[in-house]
């Protein structure tokens, strides 16, 4: 299926490893230009290779996406680099599950404020592309841990802001041509993640997760990926405000 991506341009925020870096290669096989950063510098330049290798436009940075001054900046030189910018992936996490203070604020700084910094670094450019196009995207990578809780863990709240804010955001902007959607996996593995990671050091609580599922397994990232990148795309193009969640059915959540 054609996505009608060809030579549309989007930045991905922690696009270097998991489902960041399935998204990039996604776009980039639907002949789109790719930005991606992410702390890692040597992952970055190999990311960017690999995509440039695909043969579309690729370029990246390290960027600390806490730092809105360095992360607004960089979007505004990949606009400048690549000529647009007509899709926003906000998929970097802090991933801390803590209910201490230092949590909240650790999940609030990189995960809300983070897509907040992006998506005003590169509103202007999504407004022209959608004035030129019809079609802008921002897509934000959530959790469906926003909508369970087993303990005051800050991570699950903090997930459960960003789905709101993206559909304030969605009705707001829809007038510009920008679509605002939410991607809210269940529980993904790939190597180096936190589920491998638990795998090693705590292979009861794996087992437990895995059991949990009914399909008796977790998500790849590419299958995260799919999902964010159709939502992206003008074959979504009446799609806006929705928060898709993608979780094997892992949760026992009605979507009315």
Same mark, same amino acid.
């Given at each position: 299926?054609?996505?009608?991506?060809?030579?549309?341009?989007?930045?991905?925020?922690?696009?270097?490893?998991? =489902?960041?870096? #399935?998204? +990039? $290669?996604?776009?980039?096989?639907? &002949?789109?230009?790719? @930005?991606?950063?992410?702390?890692? /510098?040597?992952?970055?330049?190999?990311?960017?290779?690999?995509?440039?290798?695909?043969?579309?436009?690729?370029?990246?940075?390290?960027?600390?996406?806490t730092?809105?001054?360095?992360?607004?900046?960089?979007?505004?030189?990949?606009?400048?680099?690549?000529?647009?910018?007509?899709?926003?992936?906000?998929?970097?996490?802090?991933?801390?599950?803590?209910?201490?203070?230092?949590?909240?604020?650790?999940?609030?700084?990189?995960?809300?404020?983070?897509?907040?910094?992006?998506?005003?670094?590169?509103?202007?450019?999504?407004?022209?592309?959608?004035?030129?196009?019809?079609?802008?995207?921002?897509?934000?990578?959530?959790? =469906?841990?926003? #909508?369970? +809780? $087993?303990?005051?863990?800050?991570? &699950?709240?903090?997930? @459960?802001?960003?789905?709101?804010? /993206?559909?304030?955001?969605?009705?707001?902007?829809?007038?510009?041509?920008?679509?605002?959607?939410?991607?809210?996996?269940?529980?993904?593995?790939?190597?180096?993640?936190?589920?491998?990671?638990?795998?090693?050091?705590?292979?009861?609580r794996?087992?437990?997760?895995?059991?949990?599922?009914?399909?008796?397994?977790?998500?790849?990232?590419?299958?995260?990926?799919?999902?964010?990148?159709?939502?992206?795309?003008?074959a979504?193009?009446?799609?806006?405000?929705?928060?898709?969640v993608?979780?094997?059915?892992?949760?026992n959540?009605?979507?009315?």
């Amino acid at each position: 299926m054609d996505l009608g991506l060809k030579g549309r341009n989007a930045v991905v925020l922690g696009g270097t490893r998991g =489902i960041g870096r #399935a998204i +990039a $290669d996604t776009l980039a096989g639907e &002949g789109a230009g790719v @930005a991606v950063c992410a702390r890692n /510098a040597d992952q970055v330049a190999g990311s960017v290779a690999e995509l440039q290798a695909m043969g579309v436009k690729a370029t990246g940075a390290s960027v600390d996406i806490t730092d809105a001054t360095a992360l607004k900046s960089w979007i505004a030189d990949v606009a400048r680099q690549l000529g647009s910018v007509d899709m926003l992936f906000s998929n970097a996490g802090a991933m801390a599950q803590g209910g201490d203070p230092a949590s909240w604020e650790q999940n609030f700084r990189l995960d809300v404020l983070g897509a907040v910094n992006a998506f005003e670094a590169a509103r202007p450019s999504l407004e022209a592309s959608g004035e030129k196009t019809g079609d802008a995207a921002f897509i934000i990578i959530s959790s =469906i841990s926003a #909508a369970q +809780a $087993d303990s005051a863990s800050s991570y &699950g709240p903090i997930k @459960a802001a960003l789905i709101h804010m /993206a559909k304030g955001l969605a009705r707001q902007y829809a007038g510009k041509k920008i679509r605002v959607n939410v991607v809210s996996p269940g529980t993904v593995y790939f190597r180096g993640g936190i589920w491998n990671m638990v795998e090693q050091n705590m292979p009861k609580r794996y087992q437990d997760a895995l059991a949990r599922n009914p399909t008796g397994r977790m998500a790849t990232p590419q299958e995260i990926a799919n999902a964010a990148v159709f939502l992206a795309s003008p074959a979504s193009s009446f799609t806006t405000g929705s928060n898709l969640v993608v979780d094997g059915a892992i949760s026992n959540r009605v979507n009315f």
